[in-house]
């Protein structure tokens, strides 16, 4: 979330897409509700059904599954064409006045592609700015040069006309344009309307373009780092923001800083591929500190290495290659990968083609498994999952591992909070919390080195493991989260005089100090910093996560002293833009940050960047400091352009690029390396038009219910929750219902082309699902939880065994929201 | 010569009818009793003598039960005295001479009007309160209506039950000496039963036989 | 001790269902073994229990407008000013009315004779034939007099639920109905509640699962209550004493000894 749970209180107009809030961040209406209590606030949902969230929306639209970008792509075209722009902003604030490269070219031109397309990738040579002599980009203050991105992006969602996006979408022009009207009419300097969105945006194959378009739209509209602005995504668990700050992604080490790859030996080469420059001044380039972060993180690590020695003892991608999520199974199919820690994760529920994935995990020599009960997956092996145990060899160990309420630690929610949290109660019999379960690894590990030797021992043997009080054996044995989140925030490892630049004061501090802020983080290893934007979450006096005072002194909302925020305690990142060049908020009602003259400062939230009014730009994080109409950075286009599902019965009539060009094609890809016949029919597709099309006609689109947690892993072993959704279901329409002859309650059997056994669920007939006309086709939709697998109280029928194995070509995030299955009834 | 001949003395009721008729009586005046303690809150005493609401309610419920089953067999045994005749209507004309001077009360059978008329209503609505008794043992088997109107009818079927035992009582004993001790051995005295049985006697002896 | 309501403003239900697990969770109530069959809907427990106090029901209408609505409402006991379950109840102490406003069922003194299931307005309590007790929501009575809120209350993550006193509590549900055009329910002058609703706009009671359009004490009860039961009473008394005064004038019916006129 740019903003935080509390400041939708301060929003004009709630736009919930891709996302059930309602259902899934249930605590997130407390401050829609607030919003719509005191300022009057529209709430507007878009979605394929009509969920628990649309029951309490103000504006509903529904649109099919996948459509995002289309009907983003309408809402920008509408806010153009009505002159709905926020033109200061666009002009202060975005890339907007920037000239592009003259050999830039965009769907409009070629169809649906933009220039460099080699095979699935795009050169991006061309999807640059024009730069002038001293470096900086060349800008068009009036946005007419037709080169200038504003131009350009006006050119490309023209053709996202209103008959054309619903067309697409499937829905109603007029709920369309009721949507259109409310929320660009936040294009106010006063106004602000904020985006949540969740899964439903993520996960397709443009699912970061999805993001992309709320992001335009938000600039557009001036809408990113005022109160009640922003886009905001809620995450899918509590922790899950706290997992990808510290690094729990292939791409990504602690605090977003890249992975090291093959090509960059040392240290010196990494900093120099990884550090963004800018000639501009006012520009803040944030990620200029790279040096520091990497090094202090390097300290963290090895203590007693220096620098390069630490950087050597880095794990380094290949380079290129991808490790996500998708590319595990696949190598795991394949027999390349031999062991496997699951640590509180159920892929044999929640894997896309989870058939596929289960069957490879045999081909796991062995497997240890860290949760609070025995999921799906630690019992891949058993006869419950449909399998002759005997037939399989691998070895699984299941460690029982601590409840959220079991231990102690932080947990970052969405608003990027961290709130320490204290252990409640013991954990039964031999669980044990994963910090103990990790320390005794190390510790083993490391014996294991010290005894044999091994390939490389010496990243283990000089790992830094410092997390509690070490015993006569030398090894920590009781190791405390505290210790942990000091090594997170950063101390001096050496005695460091460090000049602010501005003020010419020299600040002294001992070994051992705790660093205040990232700004005085060092790239000489003078400091240690497990994980740069938590650097000010723990001082020498406290630990800022553990504070509780509710006191809110400017009443907006921001609860400085309740828990901490990463960066450096703002709640409202960005923020830099919700105020004029003066330092005078835009919205004067609900200020986010505002300069005092007198007091010559910032007040409110804690400011982006340093400097007075009109010193930065807004944007740190990026190079040039202004907000991206135009995001080089994506690997599948600079705007978002709408493309069909990989598996879909509708034609683009946005282009003739039927999908994303830049999706990385698992089922060709398979088929081409003549792989094992299962890993061919796990990631096989039903492509539009293609020979089994007609089989598989109905869309289908997974979800959650408030009831169940992800793969139900932990609420299906609940009885109070278990009573309340007991079985799996499909969502389906009256309209289609009728068609098939199904009434409520008849079992059903769900095929895909990757499971054309199929599963079985109940049907569940209702009103909240209508067939889409699409461009004068009927097209059904259908919809089920993924809450459901063979262990627990209760079992189901698993939605993953049908969806495709695919993802967006960013990120790699599966595609689980849409995807053609067929139903019939088994009985009634 | 009958073993149930008694000297002066006209053999009325069998034992059978005998042991019915405290059945029903017993039955009747307990599940009253029972059924007043969980009626008024204010009658602790019905409870504590009897274990508390809780026993209460089932022996009111097992009262009823053997009520049930009381009533049947009066029916049966009562049935062929208690229908109306024509002389019935003069009775009724006259109160049956108990409120005052009546002339020329034609004999009664078995029964005269007045306790054919207590049969009736004892009937009636011991009919109307084992029916709703049912309901109430489970209402929630029946639409709310249906329970709704059985607690109240349940209550009605008291009020004039319990009025009509009353005067049953009254009249059984108090009222007319001779009758109570029919319901005990079964004999009454030949003037009594020619007062009020007239032509019941009459009938029974102009059969001839002497035997009941 | 001031007397509380409870408030439901159930445009604002996301039916998340918190209040439903809050309370089984506060009072102790097991889970039911259910299925999707049951209501073949989200509705689970298919219907209010024994060990279910409070259950969201799930209604998909049409609203006046023609737009679909999907009404989402906390159904758990209303509290009446007069309960008429409490009235209906043969054993004293067994559901009362206390001063907070709460109607409390006492499991020590209920007897298991559902006259109180079949007396409510609103089709709330539930009986267990195993455990011949009644069992209903008793506004949380042990937390509302220690300080707290209903543990479904407390709960809610929307404002759905809102509790406090009496006074604030009706004009707060005035002021929610004004403003959102929807109706209070239950709607009846002379029928009090201590819990009360704001129904959505445009939605019609009787689309809805368990509402009653008129709620109020059961004509039925009060003949039983207010009329036959004292004429129970009565009714004997009366009789009785006519029979006394019928001795003291009258005297007994004797019969004429026959024997003095010879036969």
Same mark, same amino acid.
């Given at each position: 979330?740019t ?7 301060h929003a004009d107009?709630v736009l919930?897409?891709?996302s059930?809030a309602a ?9 829609v509700?607030?919003?719509?209590a005191?300022?009057?606030?529209k709430?507007?949902?878009?979605d ?6 649309s ?5 509903t639209a529904?649109l099919?599954s996948?459509?995002d970008?289309?009907?983003m ?8 064409e009505? #002159?709905r722009i ?6 202060d ?5 920037y ?8 769907p409009?031109d070629?169809?649906g592609?933009?220039s460099g397309l080699?095979?699935s ?10 730069? %002038?002599?001293a ?7 009036t946005m007419q ?11 490309h969602?023209?053709?996202?006309t209103v008959?054309?996006v619903?067309g697409?979408?499937?829905?109603d ?11 660009t009419?936040?294009?106010l300097p006063?106004k602000?309307?904020t985006?949540?969105y ?5 996960q397709?194959?443009y699912?970061?373009?999805n993001?992309r ?9 001036g ?16 922790n ?7 690094g729990?992604?292939f791409h990504i ?5 890249k992975?090291?790859?093959?090509k ?6 990494y900093?120099?591929d990884?550090?963004p ?7 803040? #380039?944030w990620?200029g500190?790279?040096p ?7 300290k963290?690590?090895w ?6 020695t ?14 996500s999520y998708?590319?595990?199974?696949s190598?795991m199919?394949k ?5 496997m820690?699951?640590w509180?994760?159920n ?10 994935v ?5 081909k796991?020599d ?5 949760d ?6 630690s ?8 399998v002759?145990?005997?037939t399989?060899?691998?070895e699984?160990f299941?460690?029982?591992a601590?409840a959220s309420?079991?231990?102690e630690g932080?947990?970052?929610n969405s608003?990027r ?16 919390d994963d ?7 190390? #510790? ?7 005894k044999e030797?091994?390939?490389f021992p010496d990243p283990?043997?000089?790992l830094?493991?410092n997390?509690?009080?070490?015993g006569l054996?030398g090894?920590v044995?009781n190791?405390s ?7 997170i ?5 050496t ?15 001992k070994?051992?100090d ?7 983080l ?5 400091t240690?910093?497990?994980c740069w934007v938590?650097?000010?979450?723990v ?6 996560m553990?504070?509780r ?11 400085h ?5 990463w960066?450096m305690?703002?709640r ?7 105020v ?6 835009f919205?004067?009602?609900k200020?986010?940050i505002?300069?005092?003259g007198l ?6 939230d804690?400011?982006d960047g ?16 202004r907000?991206?109409?135009?995001? @080089? ?9 709408h493309?069909e599902?990989?598996?879909s019965q509708?034609?683009?009539?946005m282009s003739?690029s039927?999908?994303?060009p830049?999706?990385a ?8 390396e ?13 492509t539009y038009?293609?020979e089994f099309?007609?089989d598989?006609p ?10 169940h947690?992800q793969?139900?892993?932990m609420?299906?072993?609940?009885p109070?929750?278990?009573e309340?959704v007991p079985?799996?279901f499909v ?7 009728k ?11 769900i095929?895909?082309v990757r499971?054309l056994?199929g ?14 006309n699409? #461009?004068?086709?009927t097209?059904?939709?259908v919809?089920?939880?993924w ?5 627990g109280l209760?079992?189901?029928?698993n @939605? ?7 993802g967006d070509s960013?990120?790699?995030i599966?595609?689980y929201k ?11 | ?5 008694r000297?002066g003395m006209?053999?009325v ?19 009253l009793f ?5 009626m008024?809150h204010?009658?602790?005493?019905i409870?504590?003598m009897l274990g508390g609401?809780?026993?209460?309610k089932?022996?009111?419920?097992f ?8 009533l049947l067999?009066a ?6 005295h208690v229908?109306?005749v024509?002389?019935d209507?003069k009775w009724?004309?006259?109160?049956g ?5 009546a002339h ?6 078995m029964y ?8 009736w209503a004892?009937?009636?609505?011991g ?19 249906v ?9 009605l ?6 009025s009509f ?6 009249l059984?004993t108090f009222?007319?000496p ?6 005990f ?6 003037e ?6 007239g032509k019941w006697?009459?009938?029974k002896?102009?059969?001839g036989g002497?035997?009941? | 001790?001031a007397e ?7 445009s604002k ?7 439903q697990?809050?309370?089984?969770n506060w009072?102790?109530l ?7 069959l ?5 509705q ?9 106090w409070?259950l969201?029901?799930f209604?998909?209408?049409n609203s006046?407008?023609g ?9 758990a006991c209303?509290h009446c ?7 209906a109840?043969p ?7 206390t001063?907070?406003g709460?109607?409390?069922? %006492?499991?020590k003194y209920?007897?298991?004779?559902? @006259?109180?299931?079949s007396?409510?307005?609103?089709n709330i ?12 929501c008793?506004?949380?009575y042990?937390?509302?007099?220690n300080?707290?809120?209903p543990?479904?209350v407390t709960?809610?993550?929307t404002?759905?639920l ?6 604030d509590?009706i ?11 929807? @109706?209070?329910?239950p %709607? ?24 009653n359009p008129?709620p109020g004490?059961?004509?039925t009860i ?5 009329l036959?039961?004292p004429?129970?009473l009565i009714?004997m ?7 006394a ?5 009258k ?10 006129g010879?036969?």
């Amino acid at each position: 979330m740019t903003n935080h749970w509390n400041d939708i209180q301060h929003a004009d107009v709630v736009l919930i897409m891709g996302s059930n809030a309602a259902e899934n961040h249930p605590i997130s209406f407390k401050w829609v509700n607030e919003a719509r209590a005191k300022r009057g606030a529209k709430l507007i949902t878009v979605d394929p059904r009509f969920t628990r969230t649309s029951a309490v929306s103000d504006i509903t639209a529904r649109l099919r599954s996948g459509t995002d970008i289309a009907f983003m792509g309408g809402m920008i075209n509408y806010a153009i064409e009505k #002159n709905r722009i926020n033109w200061d902003y666009v002009r202060d604030y975005t890339d907007g006045t920037y000239l592009v490269n003259p050999d830039f070219r965009g769907p409009v031109d070629l169809d649906g592609l933009y220039s460099g397309l080699d095979g699935s990738k795009y050169d991006k040579a061309t999807w640059s700015y024009q730069v %002038d002599e001293a470096g900086l980009p060349k800008r068009d203050l009036t946005m007419q040069d037709p080169n200038c991105v504003f131009q350009l992006l006006k050119k490309h969602y023209a053709r996202y006309t209103v008959k054309k996006v619903c067309g697409l979408t499937g829905t109603d022009p007029k709920d369309f344009e009721a949507v259109c009207d409310t929320f660009t009419s936040t294009y106010l300097p006063e106004k602000s309307g904020t985006v949540m969105y969740a899964m439903g945006t993520t996960q397709h194959t443009y699912g970061s373009q999805n993001v992309r378009a709320f992001a335009v739209m938000q600039l557009l509209l001036g809408n990113i780092g005022v109160a009640g602005g922003g886009i905001n995504a809620l995450r899918g668990e509590s922790n899950v923001q706290g997992s990808t700050d510290h690094g729990a992604l292939f791409h990504i080490l602690t605090g977003y800083l890249k992975t090291p790859n093959a090509k960059q030996p040392n240290l010196v080469k990494y900093n120099e591929d990884n550090t963004p420059k800018s000639n501009d001044p006012q520009s803040l #380039n944030w990620w200029g500190n790279t040096p520091k972060y990497m090094a202090s993180l390097l300290k963290a690590w090895w203590r007693d290495a220096d620098l390069e020695t630490a950087y050597s003892y880095m794990p380094k991608l290949d380079a290129g290659k991808n490790y996500s999520y998708l590319p595990i199974w696949s190598e795991m199919a394949k027999g390349k990968i031999k062991g496997m820690f699951v640590w509180g994760m159920n892929p044999a529920v929640g894997a896309p083609s989870s058939r596929m994935v289960r069957r490879a995990l045999a081909k796991l020599d062995w497997m240890v498994a860290v949760d609070l009960w025995e999921t799906e997956t630690s019992a891949f092996w058993q006869t419950d999952a449909g399998v002759d145990p005997s037939t399989i060899n691998t070895e699984v160990f299941l460690l029982p591992a601590a409840a959220s309420m079991e231990k102690e630690g932080s947990v970052s929610n969405s608003g990027r909070w961290a709130q320490w949290r204290y252990k409640a109660v013991n954990a039964p019999g031999h669980a044990e919390d994963d910090l103990w379960i990790m320390n005794q690894l190390v #510790n083993l590990t490391k014996d294991l080195y010290k005894k044999e030797g091994g390939a490389f021992p010496d990243p283990i043997l000089n790992l830094t493991w410092n997390y509690g009080p070490v015993g006569l054996d030398g090894k920590v044995h009781n190791p405390s989260p505290r210790e942990v989140a000091k090594e997170i925030n950063g101390y001096f490892v050496t005695d460091k005089e460090i000049e602010d630049k501005v003020t010419g004061e020299v600040k002294k501090f001992k070994a051992g100090d705790m660093v205040p802020g990232f700004p005085l983080l060092q790239d000489d290893g003078s400091t240690c910093c497990g994980c740069w934007v938590y650097c000010n979450s723990v001082d020498d006096k406290e630990n800022k996560m553990m504070k509780r005072d509710t006191s809110d002194p400017t009443g907006l909302g921001f609860y400085h002293n309740w828990s901490w925020a990463w960066p450096m305690n703002r709640r409202v990142v960005y923020n830099r833009a919700s105020v004029d060049a003066e330092g005078k908020p835009f919205a004067k009602d609900k200020p986010v940050i505002w300069w005092s003259g007198l007091k010559k400062a910032w007040l409110g939230d804690v400011p982006d960047g340093g400097g007075g009014p009109g010193a930065k730009h807004p944007f740190i994080m990026v190079p040039h400091g202004r907000g991206m109409l135009f995001a @080089a950075g994506m690997t599948d286009g600079p705007f978002p352009e709408h493309y069909e599902p990989l598996e879909s019965q509708v034609k683009n009539t946005m282009s003739a690029s039927q999908v994303n060009p830049a999706l990385a094609r698992w089922d060709k890809k398979v088929k081409e390396e003549v792989c094992d016949p299962m890993l061919v029919e796990g990631c096989a597709a039903v492509t539009y038009g293609s020979e089994f099309a007609k089989d598989f006609p109905i869309i289908c689109s997974t979800y959650r219910v408030v009831e169940h947690w992800q793969t139900g892993q932990m609420t299906r072993w609940i009885p109070w929750l278990t009573e309340l959704v007991p079985d799996q279901f499909v969502e389906l329409s009256e309209e289609l219902a009728k068609e098939k002859g199904i009434m409520s309650g008849d079992l059903l059997r769900i095929t895909s082309v990757r499971n054309l056994e199929g599963i079985t669920a109940y049907a569940y007939v209702t009103k909240r699902l209508k067939p889409f006309n699409i #461009n004068g086709k009927t097209i059904h939709q259908v919809g089920m939880t993924w809450h459901f697998g063979y262990k627990g109280l209760v079992t189901g029928g698993n @939605a993953n065994d049908l969806t495709p194995f695919i993802g967006d070509s960013n990120t790699m995030i599966p595609e689980y929201k849409a995807f053609l299955v067929n139903i019939e009834r088994v009985r009634r | 010569m009958s073993s149930n001949m008694r000297e002066g003395m006209v053999y009325v009721t069998t034992a059978d009818e005998r042991i019915v008729h405290w059945l029903l009586a017993g039955s009747c005046l307990f599940a009253l009793f029972t059924g007043l303690g969980l009626m008024f809150h204010s009658f602790t005493f019905i409870p504590a003598m009897l274990g508390g609401h809780y026993a209460m309610k089932w022996m009111h419920i097992f009262s009823g039960v053997v009520f049930s089953f009381s009533l049947l067999a009066a029916s049966i045994f009562w049935w062929k005295h208690v229908k109306f005749v024509p002389d019935d209507v003069k009775w009724v004309q006259q109160a049956g001479g108990y409120l005052w001077e009546a002339h020329n009360l034609p004999p009664a059978g078995m029964y005269n009007a007045g306790q054919k008329m207590f049969f009736w209503a004892v009937f009636i609505f011991g009919i109307l309160i084992i029916a709703t008794g049912i309901v109430m043992f489970d209402p929630t088997l029946f639409p709310v209506v249906v329970s709704r109107f059985a607690y109240m009818l349940h209550a009605l079927a008291v009020v004039v039950i319990a009025s009509f035992f009353v005067i049953h009582l009254y009249l059984g004993t108090f009222g007319n000496p001779g009758t109570v001790q029919i319901m005990f051995h079964g004999y009454a005295t030949r003037e009594y039963c020619e007062a009020h049985k007239g032509k019941w006697l009459a009938e029974k002896e102009g059969k001839g036989g002497e035997e009941a | 001790m001031a007397e509380f309501v409870k408030l439901i403003d159930v445009s604002k239900c996301t039916g998340c269902r918190g209040c439903q697990v809050a309370c089984k969770n506060w009072n102790e109530l097991p889970a039911e073994k259910t299925s999707f069959l049951g209501s073949r809907s989200l509705q689970n427990p298919p219907e209010l229990s024994y060990n279910t106090w409070t259950l969201i029901r799930f209604d998909e209408v049409n609203s006046e407008d023609g737009k679909l609505k999907w009404v989402m409402r906390h159904d758990a006991c209303l509290h009446c000013e007069t309960p008429a379950c409490a009235k209906a109840c043969p054993s004293p102490g067994a559901l009362v009315k206390t001063a907070e406003g709460a109607v409390v069922h %006492d499991p020590k003194y209920c007897i298991g004779c559902k @006259a109180c299931i079949s007396a409510c307005p609103f089709n709330i309590p539930r009986n267990s034939a195993a455990e011949e007790k009644m069992a209903k929501c008793s506004l949380c009575y042990d937390r509302i007099t220690n300080g707290k809120k209903p543990a479904c209350v407390t709960a809610c993550p929307t404002g759905c639920l809102d509790f406090g006193y009496k006074d604030d509590m009706i004009a707060k549900a005035h002021k929610k109905a004004e403003a959102s055009k929807g @109706a209070i329910y239950p %709607d009846n002058h002379s029928y009090g509640t201590n819990v009360l609703y704001v129904m959505p706009a445009g939605v019609k009671l009787t689309d809805l699962q368990n509402v009653n359009p008129k709620p109020g004490m059961p004509t039925t009860i009060l003949w039983w209550k207010n009329l036959f039961k004292p004429f129970t009473l009565i009714g004997m008394g009366a009789v009785a004493g006519f029979a006394a005064l019928h001795y003291f004038i009258k005297g007994p019916h004797l019969v004429e000894k026959k024997k003095e006129g010879g036969e």
